[in-house]
């Protein structure tokens, strides 16, 4: 199972399924759905139930642990050129979901700032964030391991 492939099932669940704010077991079942939309797209029981393990150990079986929408991100104009537009808009959306914490897009935005390799096209931003979230060659690199994720106790996604 490649990680890119990955972090696409985990975007396609934390975009998805949704928390009901009075609900938990609306967001297991809104999960079950879109586990299973995923099964017919073509993704692996493997890769479904990681995908699913990963979204229930980030965001609780209630959904109740993702981001507040309050907090806001302002990228500035040499942020925004690090990236091709598509890259961009990938950014944002793994931000804006959840699957990338604060911590981890700095992280990104300082490492691929200073690569000095820009733009970065789509496909390259997809595994830099497959990396920073799934892979246990971060702790090589030295970079902290994602709190919200037990998979790195487990040693990574494989």
Partial sequence: MSEERLLEAVAFLAEKARPAKDSGKEYEKELSFWSAQLGKMG???REVGTA?????????SGGERRVSSASVRIF???EMA???PDAFAA???????????PDRLELLLE???????VPVDRKNLEWLVSIL???PAERIMGYPIDPA????EAGGVH
Avoid: N, P
Avoid at 52 to 60: C, D, N, P
Avoid at 149 to 152: A, C, F, I, V
């Fill in 52 to 60: 699913l393990s990963w979204i229930l150990e980030r965001f609780g």
């Fill in 76 to 78: 500035s104009e040499a």
């Fill in 111 to 117: 490492k691929v700032g200073w690569a000095g390799k």
């Fill in 82 to 84: 690090l990236f091709t």
């Fill in 149 to 152: 994720s037990k998979l790195q």
């Fill in 43 to 45: 993704f692996s029981d």
């Fill in 91 to 101: 950014l944002v959306r793994h931000y804006a979901l959840g699957i990338l914490i």
């Fill in 133 to 135: 979230i799934f892979s």
